[in-house]
């Protein structure tokens, strides 16, 4: 064995290390003595074994952060076989889905999370969400993606449940190509009957061929800044010019049809070439991928009967929805020794077009069986363009780390319409004007972000360094909103001949004139149909990482933000709005704290402590109605939400016993001031989902992971023997409890920002909204170098998790609705091989093999479903070509 001559530090330090059994320097390779320190005679007071590095197995991204974070790679992403980023992230400990789009992070909603692409901030083209979705994401264009669980002041102070950083795949040391093809499918919506619309011609790139676009007469209308009704803003000709130039049949007829197999083709290549001032590096994927989904289900809304809760209304829907996503990556890079600039420029595409119709009595209207048609086309787009750069002096003791960005999303929805339907004296369906509706709405959101990073390093011994670091960041996210709703009025009523005729005659430009059927807008006023949202923050930080005594690694910072969001009604006819413009300006010190020890050999403590907020989102923010396609439930913000404060305490264990194999434990603990939530309202006859700031929430958990691979000798089992069995488990138990006073006050939008009781909206001691008490994964799998193969059992499980809170209705207050996600079952299979001179892969893809349904519903007594349907299981094929 090796021996060491040490001086009197040394010995100082190899005394410290005996506090700690095998205690030794986390990062430093044993020092080899020079040749006169072997020969010299030795005393063996002053000799110690062989320094043995702590730490040979911990994956270098663990080593390098001082924070609680998962790392997911390529090669994991390739392994579970996901398709979005959304997807993979479901394996990660403490995360889950939302509406297939959104990741709650230790069971905390979307909002208490922010997402980046390589470091760089992102706009989001939902209406309810400023943070975007992460299925706009395909895990081909991914290298891997970082989740920090414990805030560090480098990042935005927007955090709750983690920061969850997306990196893209950079450009190759030698140049790739590869081309695959996909198909795939679904046991409720494959060769199955489902409803679909005719649209125009090129719906299936996902682009429309001009039959959407707005009627000149209607965009005229729009602009002017009059309300489209009949008086003194319009005459009847002008009305039966725009209502007649309404593209009809093709938007509004619905029709059955045999349901296609999903095709996907996506392609990535890339090269680096060595010039003069370095490498330049290139990398382009494209993506292109067909998808339909058919759900059939129920939608239901409850109200009290007695002490129990029961159905008030209850329709059966059917619904097909095929989505066309473009996604086209294209990177530069210009590395040297020390510097490396990158300009990465994203653009995804996700097309929309949807049929559906439900039928179903409606007891508030005396039990009538009600039906009605939509047909809907929503274009989502974003773009993101990006520069940054990495430069290190002096012999990388200075490093400086820039980025400037742009990104822009919009969402477009025109032609959005509805067509209701009642029952006549023999039960047949016949029209019914009164819930005919039209829609052209359209959302831009710009975010326009830059910071830079200045690390200077500064050596405290041979073997610890300290780095002083600190920088800013700018942010300015934009947006506007506007939504025009219009529908058909008779003004002399219809015939009995014309309430029974196909939708598409009874809206023929024959019957569009000023007797039989007429334009008439609805749009809100005042302010209810338009707004505009802007968030400007300044931020600047400093930290400091030491190793502050051998195998301690202390990392502390303070980020100070200075933050104004407002929201701005506008109304689109000239009027004031009701609400002014809401707005918030806050300073906030943002203090965090981790403390990192590699206390034994491939063993670490970490200890984090931070202080964060969330801001609500425009939405939250806007008094403007929306119905969310997916739910088919209406939102309404509120302008009197303020920010949210928390207190995030970690501590978590972490043992690398060998190669990518580890178990880790962690405890958590969050205080959240203010935290907003989602509550049902009674808006008439309608129910709507609006927000508030609860008084206060706590939040505790603890979450348990390991991975572990198995070899087995050849006892003649040779299928056992030649693989690497894997074993890869986490869960996360996390119990949260909503805190309400007899004496705490809510500020809500019916309440007209006069405060109300809160414990009429919520009830103390409940779980916070979008809060799962368990989630849960597990992969079991092998690998077989010799034969090129890869096979993967996977199993997600997420327990029930408040969606919204119920109603107050006369002094009570309904039971919350719930989702309950439940457990879905994987299989993914890889094999690599070469035909025809070719190296070839193919995968197989089984998801939710046993069938778990969606369902979210209210329960007292009786159970009422607010939206249940069947996911079913699929199936996909894919082959690709590395050439």
Not at 38 to 59: C, F, M, N
Not at 347 to 361: F, H, I, L, M, Q
Not at 387 to 396: I, K, Q, S
Not at 743 to 768: H, K, M, N, W, Y
Request: glycine share 10%; hydrophobic share 35%.
């Amino acid at each position: 064995m090796k021996t060491l001559s040490l001086t009197l530090t040394g010995v100082l330090l190899a005394t410290s290390a005996l506090i700690a059994p095998g205690l030794v320097h986390a990062q430093t390779a044993p020092v080899e003595p020079t040749p006169a320190e072997q020969s010299a005679p030795q005393d063996e007071s002053t000799q110690v074994d062989e320094i043995v590095v702590l730490g040979r197995y911990i994956p270098e991204p663990n080593r390098e952060s001082p924070e609680v974070a998962a790392f997911l790679t390529s090669e994991d992403l390739e392994r579970t076989g996901d398709a979005s980023a959304a997807a993979a992230l479901t394996r990660v400990t403490g995360l889950s889905i939302v509406e297939g789009r959104f990741i709650y992070v230790r069971g905390l909603g979307e909002r208490y999370s922010s997402a980046l692409l390589n470091g760089s901030p992102l706009p989001s083209p939902e209406p309810l969400q400023r943070v975007v979705p992460l299925d706009l994401f395909p895990s081909s264009i991914l290298e891997g993606v970082t989740v920090q669980k414990t805030y560090s002041a480098n990042y935005p102070g927007e955090f709750g449940g983690g920061v969850i950083d997306l990196q893209t795949i950079d450009a190759p040391s030698e140049p790739f190509f590869t081309f695959g093809a996909s198909l795939s499918g679904n046991t409720e919506t494959t060769a199955q009957e489902g409803l679909i619309y005719y649209g125009g011609r090129t719906d299936f790139l996902g682009f429309d061929d001009d039959t959407r676009d707005i009627p000149g007469p209607l965009a005229l209308a729009f602009n002017s800044g009059r309300q489209i009704q009949a008086g003194p803003n319009y005459t009847n000709a002008q009305l039966r010019a725009i209502g007649q130039s309404l593209v009809n049949a093709p938007l509004r007829l619905l029709q059955i049809e045999e349901i296609p197999v999903n095709v996907g083709l996506e392609a990535t290549g890339g090269f680096s070439h060595e010039t003069a001032i370095g490498a330049l590096g290139v990398i382009v994927s494209a993506g292109y991928d067909n998808s339909w989904r058919t759900r059939s289900g129920f939608q239901e809304e409850g109200q009290f009967s007695g002490s129990n809760i029961v159905a008030s209304t209850s329709y059966a829907y059917d619904s097909t929805q095929n989505d066309v996503q473009l996604n086209l990556l294209g990177g530069l890079s210009l590395s040297g020794l020390d510097h490396e600039v990158k300009w990465t420029n994203f653009y995804v595409r996700n097309t929309t077009k949807e049929a559906r119709s439900r039928v179903g009595p409606d007891f508030d209207a005396g039990g009538s069986i009600l039906r009605d048609d939509y047909t809907e086309w929503f274009v989502r787009q974003l773009f993101s363009s990006q520069l940054a750069g990495e430069h290190d002096f002096m012999d990388g003791t200075l490093s400086l780390d820039w980025r400037a960005a742009y990104a822009t999303t919009s969402r477009d929805a025109p032609y959005e319409t509805r067509f209701g339907y009642g029952q006549d004296a023999a039960g047949d369906f016949v029209h019914d004007l009164e819930r005919n509706l039209i829609s052209f709405s359209e959302l831009n959101d710009d975010v326009y972000s830059g910071g830079a990073d200045l690390a200077y390093t500064i050596p405290l011994s041979d073997y610890r360094e300290l780095t002083v670091s600190g920088g800013f960041a700018l942010y300015e996210n934009t947006r506007d909103s506007v939504r025009r709703d219009l529908r058909f009025i008779s003004p002399n009523g219809l015939t009995v001949e014309q309430t029974e005729s196909r939708v598409d005659f009874l809206f023929s430009d024959f019957n569009i004139n000023d007797v039989t059927l007429q334009l008439n807008e609805i749009t809100g006023s005042n302010g209810a149909a338009a707004y505009d949202g802007e968030l400007v923050v300044n931020a600047v930080y400093g930290q400091v990482e030491a190793e502050i005594i051998p195998l301690v690694n202390l990392t502390v910072g303070v980020r100070f933000e200075d933050a104004e969001q407002s929201v701005t009604p506008r109304d689109l006819f000239g009027g004031s709005a009701t609400f002014g413009s809401t707005r918030l300006e806050e300073q906030y010190y943002l203090p965090a704290g981790t403390v990192t020890w590699n206390f034994a050999e491939d063993m670490q403590l970490r200890f984090g402590a931070s202080q964060t907020i969330g801001r609500p989102q425009f939405r939250e923010l806007a008094p403007q109605s929306y119905t969310d396609p997916e739910s088919d439930r209406t939102f309404i913000g509120n302008p009197y939400l303020v920010d949210t404060e928390l207190l995030n305490l970690d501590a978590r264990w972490e043992w690398y016993f060998a190669r990518q194999q580890f178990v880790t434990a962690g405890v958590f603990y969050k205080k959240l001031d203010k935290p907003v939530e989602a509550v049902i309202v009674d808006v008439g006859n309608q129910r709507q989902q609006s927000f508030l700031n609860a008084p206060e929430a706590t939040i505790i958990g603890a979450e348990v992971e390991a991975k572990k691979y198995f070899e087995f000798p050849d006892n003649g089992m040779s299928f056992i023997a030649n693989k690497r069995w894997l074993v890869q488990a986490n869960y996360t138990f996390s119990d949260s409890e909503v805190s309400v006073d007899p004496s705490d006050t809510v500020l809500t939008l019916g309440g007209a920002g006069t405060p109300e009781q809160a414990a009429f909206f919520i009830t103390d001691g409940s779980r916070l909204q979008g809060q799962s008490e368990h989630v849960a994964n597990l992969q079991l799998g092998w690998e077989d170098d010799t034969a090129r193969s890869q096979a993967t059992i996977i199993v997600n499980y997420v327990s029930e998790r408040i969606t919204a809170r119920g109603a107050g209705v006369a002094g009570s207050r309904e039971p919350d609705y719930v989702q309950d996600p439940g457990v879905f079952l994987d299989f993914v299979y890889r094999k690599d091989f070469e035909a025809m001179g070719r190296d070839l892969g193919f995968a197989l893809e089984l998801r939710n093999l046993l069938g778990t349904d969606f369902d979210e519903y209210q329960e007292l007594g009786n159970k009422v479903r607010i939206n249940n349907y069947d996911l079913g299981s699929s199936a996909s094929v894919s082959l690709t070509a590395r050439f």
